[in-house]
């Protein structure tokens, strides 16, 4: 049960004590058990065994007892504009489950109204998995694009948002010249790209086959003049691919043409990709990234599996990286963190980083007690109708 221990409103430092689990290097867990995590202006003073090593300068204590601290996830790739499409027709190929589903259900975001339900039961959810940062896909339409961006604000959590920018190859009612995605992508700069904000934009070509030329050149060049991040798709299938080869002759590979207008980058991390994934949770994304790296063991002997340690650092510490300092417990790095009371599955005498363990396999987000992002506890976001 979370206890104050002691608060001095003359000081500004907080000190949360619980068992504290997070990775510095992606090959080893860092345990402190019984530990204080420092937390002053949203970012972390430090880690120690003893509350006693951040002196005379703290305001207040908050005790979680035996319960987990541990970073908060980052989804790296989401579409907030399908969300309600998740688990549906998942045995189509990528281009004719975007035509016969995707495009049609993106479309009905130029009803803000209708945004405003998808998008606020979107945030929530997240919110429900212990997500605070995401890079997240919109669509094509400004006004429902900002009202994501507005939620996301309202309710305290980071987020890269994207408006899509495509010019063929799809329907009717999501396609936009180069000139209308070019100003659409002005405004959200103009309006959102302030480097402390938790939610800013995010160039979002959606993928070559929907993009032309002149429309990735527009991208890449707005993303060097205004140094805002971008985001696509890449490689997701082999008609894919073999349709890239066509648009782009030019190009030794899918990453190459990508590379050629200055779309391309160097951050991993884990997505849900709903609704191409079908789960929301990063828990449960770690557990799949684990289980295909075995799979691909078993084919490729001198390729190793991912560990556990490395699955959490990629969706934590390497995730985060693109949001900053996020994703870590080292000094400087903003607190994003989730307590975790997993009291109902220590049904043995489990080691700190065996109950982690337990809980990304079997727990879900009923066992996430409390959220923060950037230093800040984060309610229950409201859902709209």
Same mark, same amino acid.
């Given at each position: ?62 005790? #979680? ?53 998808? #998008? ?229 005498? #489990? ?9 990304? #396999? ?24």
């Amino acid at each position: 049960m979370q206890q104050a221990i002691h608060q001095n409103p003359h000081l500004s430092m907080k000190l949360y004590k619980a068992n504290i689990i997070f990775t510095r290097e992606k090959d080893r867990f860092e345990v402190v058990e019984n530990g204080y995590v420092g937390v002053e202006n949203g970012r972390v003073v430090d880690v120690a065994a003893s509350a006693d090593a951040f002196g005379q300068q703290v305001e207040e204590v908050i005790d #979680y007892g035996d319960r987990l601290l541990i970073p908060a996830m980052n989804d790296m790739h989401v579409h907030a504009g399908q969300y309600r499409n998740q688990g549906i027709s998942m045995d189509m190929e990528l281009l004719e489950w975007l035509n016969s589903y995707t495009f049609p259900e993106e479309a009905k975001f130029s009803d803000i109204h209708y945004a405003r339900r998808m #998008y606020s039961r979107f945030v929530h959810d997240l919110w429900r998995y212990g997500t605070m940062r995401t890079a997240t896909f919109a669509t094509t339409h400004l006004e429902s694009t900002r009202l994501l961006m507005e939620l996301f604000r309202e309710a305290g959590m980071g987020a890269l948002v994207g408006k899509v920018n495509m010019d063929r190859n799809s329907i009717d009612a999501l396609l936009e010249t180069v000139d209308e995605a070019k100003a659409a992508n002005e405004a959200l700069i103009a309006e959102w790209n302030d480097p402390d904000s938790l939610v800013r934009p995010i160039l979002t070509p959606r993928f070559i086959p929907s993009c032309s030329s002149a429309m990735l050149r527009v991208c890449g060049e707005q993303a060097q003049k205004y140094q805002v991040p971008v985001q696509s798709h890449l490689s997701e299938n082999l008609g894919e691919i073999a349709l890239v080869r066509e648009l782009e002759p030019e190009s030794r590979f899918y990453g190459d043409a990508y590379d050629r207008y200055g779309l391309f980058g160097q951050t991993v991390g884990l997505g849900s990709d709903i609704s191409g994934g079908h789960d929301m949770s990063i828990m449960r994304v770690m557990v799949y990234a684990i289980q295909v790296s075995k799979l691909y063991h078993q084919k490729y002997k001198d390729k190793r599996f991912l560990s556990l340690s490395e699955a959490f650092w990629i969706a934590t510490k390497s995730a985060g990286s693109f949001f900053g300092r996020v994703g870590s417990f080292e000094p400087g790095y903003e607190f994003d963190a989730l307590v975790i009371d997993d009291s109902d599955l220590k049904h043995g005498n #489990y080691t700190l980083t065996q109950r982690l363990e337990r809980f990304i #396999y079997v727990g879900d987000d009923r066992h996430i007690a409390v959220r923060f992002c950037r230093g800040q506890e984060i309610p229950e976001p409201r859902i709209l109708d």
